[in-house]
Structure formats: structure tokens, C-alpha cells
């Protein structure tokens, strides 16, 4: 199968975003060949999300993506303007403090972001353990990460990651 790049990018404030993020670069690394990049925002380049053929997006759940994400892509106008994301996978997390804080709001949000740059979503199919964790939409957690967490996000990346590489040999 044809090696993929996979950016793992986040923010996170208090951590289980983070541990999300972790998981899911697990995910990504089960994968024979793909190649991660794991970055926290403030670590991150534009040029990081060109040289990806898949991206795994995550913010904590502040009612919302972070203004410091939101933020991070405006600049990347640029990239939606030549269309150079258009095809690439993309996929999303996130984590907060309450089940019904606007978990599946902000996965939208970040959704959103990937499809106006012309990417293809990868979510999550159904599971007994979607019944304790995870969206159709991306891997999530609420107050703490659980193992049922941790399962849901290595899933994410490594479907991102497959579904990558399926691409690049197409």
C-alpha cells in the first residue's frame, strides 16, 4: 500500500484534547508505512498541512473550536484559494468537560473547516461502544479520557490513515 503523510494537529487546554491526539497518532503509527506528524498548534506550519495527504484536526469543545484555531486557519486562505487541500483526507476531534456542551457542535466546526477546503471527511461508523463514546462525526471524550475514548480515537487515525493511502495509490 502507498506510504501516506497523516498531520495530527490540535489545541488543547487542559489536556484531554491532547490525550485524544495521542490515541489517534497510535492509530495513525498501526498503519504499515504511513509517516505521522504530530504538532500542537503553536508548533505547526501551513506548509505542514500542504505536504499531508490527510489531516486529523482537534479542538477542546469551548462551546466551539478555540478562537486560537479558528484563528490558525483564517491564514490559511490561501490554501482554499488555490485549492491545494481539495482531495486530501481529513478527519476530527474533540474533548470537554460536558457530554451535552456542544461536543458534535464543535466536531461540525471542524468539519466544516475541512470541507470548505475541498477535503474528504472520514467519520466514524457505529459500534456497541458508541454507546458510551465517540460521534459519528469524530473522536470525542467528556471530563475525563476513557479506554472506550482511547479505542474510538486509535479507529479514527487509523481509518484516516488507511483511507489516505487507498487515495494515493488511486
Given at each position: 500500500m502507498a506510504s501516506?503523510?497523516?498531520l495530527v494537529l490540535f489545541d488543547s487546554?487542559?489536556?484531554?484534547?491532547e490525550q485524544l491526539a495521542e490515541s489517534i497518532a497510535e492509530g495513525v503509527r498501526s498503519v504499515p508505512g504511513a509517516e505521522l506528524v504530530y504538532r500542537r498548534l503553536d508548533e505547526?506550519?501551513?506548509q505542514e498541512l500542504k505536504d499531508a495527504d490527510a489531516l486529523i484536526i482537534g479542538s477542546p469543545n469551548w462551546g466551539g473550536i478555540t478562537g486560537k484555531l479558528k484563528d490558525w486557519f483564517d491564514h490559511s486562505g490561501e490554501l482554499w484559494e488555490t485549492g491545494e487541500l481539495a482531495g486530501k483526507v481529513g478527519a476530527a476531534f474533540t474533548a470537554g468537560w460536558s457530554r451535552s456542551g456542544g461536543i458534535e457542535a464543535t466536531l461540525l466546526q471542524l468539519l466544516h473547516l475541512l470541507l470548505s477546503h475541498g477535503m474528504i471527511t472520514v467519520g466514524l461508523p457505529w459500534s456497541d461502544r458508541m454507546r458510551l463514546s465517540g460521534s459519528y462525526y469524530g473522536a470525542t471524550a467528556h471530563a475525563e479520557v476513557t479506554d472506550d475514548d482511547r479505542h474510538q480515537a486509535r479507529e479514527l487515525g487509523r481509518r484516516t490513515t488507511e483511507v489516505a493511502q487507498r487515495l494515493r495509490i488511486g
Open positions: 501516506a503523510k497523516v487546554r487542559g489536556g484531554l484534547t505547526a506550519s501551513q
